[in-house]
């Protein structure tokens, strides 16, 4: 049976063909449900989604955290390697009263390995963070031996004393094998809290007396 559109009555639609109705319920059932999802279900699959990133988000953290917790113990261990290695590193900084010592024991070192000092000048201390830099001019005058011997002797000293800026070259021509070693020593002392204090206030002053 072929059925048109122009056959059926909108104002008496209970007398339509069954499948005429069932077509329009159908329509009508898709039309709510499409309503339903663009003005209810979208939203709440917007925020489902919001959600789910969420969470894996926090999935990422706890997993993290609970590595991080799982090396706890080691982190500790290995945090307090740090501080007892810091803590011998600062005992090999010498204090006020034991730099002139170890300038003694610089010079006693170059004697010791044969070199004739011409030139031992400590320079004026550097600031640092904790610290303070005493460079020290040096020039000496020997032969590599005893120049290796010297700088080997150096690196033995039971503070820290650095070499750099080391140049060589001949004595004078009249001196045959004698050779003048230039170079510059640092050793580093250990700044107390009180002189580290009185070196952040000293900046302030300056620029308040400009």
């Known amino acids: 049976m072929n059925l048109q559109l122009s056959d059926l009555d909108l104002t ?18 898709g039309g709510v449900m499409f309503l339903g999802y663009w003005f209810h279900t979208k ?14 988000d926090l999935r990422v953290i706890f997993e993290k955290k609970a590595q991080q917790a799982a090396n706890l113990e080691a982190y500790e ?56 830099e005493l460079p020290i001019q040096i020039r000496v005058i020997g032969n590599y031996h005893e120049f290796g011997d010297f700088v080997s002797g150096v690196a ?24 003048a070693m230039d170079l510059t020593a640092k050793t580093y002392r250990y ?6 204090a009185h070196e952040d206030e000293t900046p302030k002053k300056k620029g308040k007396k400009k």
Do not use: C, H
Not at 44 to 55: A, F, G, N, P, Y
Not at 97 to 115: I, K, N
Not at 159 to 178: A, F, Q, Y
């Open 77 to 132: 261990q290995q945090l307090e390697e740090m501080r007892e290695s810091f803590g011998a590193m600062l005992r090999q900084l010498p204090n006020k009263t034991e730099v002139a010592d170890l300038l003694v024991d610089v010079s006693q070192t170059g004697l010791a390995a044969g070199l004739e000092f011409e030139l031992f000048n400590p320079q004026n201390e550097i600031p640092k963070d904790f610290y303070a």
């Open 156 to 179: 033995a000293l039971p503070r820290i004393v650095t070499v750099s800026e080391i140049s060589i070259s001949p004595k004078t021509k009249v001196d045959g094998d004698l050779l």
């Open 43 to 56: 939203e709440q699959l917007v925020e489902l989604e919001s959600v789910e990133q969420r969470e894996n």
């Open 191 to 196: 700044m107390e809290e009180d002189e580290r």
């Open 12 to 29: 008496n639609i209970a007398r339509w063909p069954a499948a005429a109705r069932a077509v329009v319920i159908l329509f009508i059932m």
